[in-house]
């Protein structure tokens, strides 16, 4: 399911944004 490895990373992606803010 190569649909749902982008989403996991976008959302890593920003959860360490906002965790960094």
Do not use: M, N
């Amino acid at each position: 399911q190569p649909d749902l490895a982008p989403v996991e990373l976008e959302s890593a992606e920003v959860e360490e944004l906002g965790g960094i803010t």
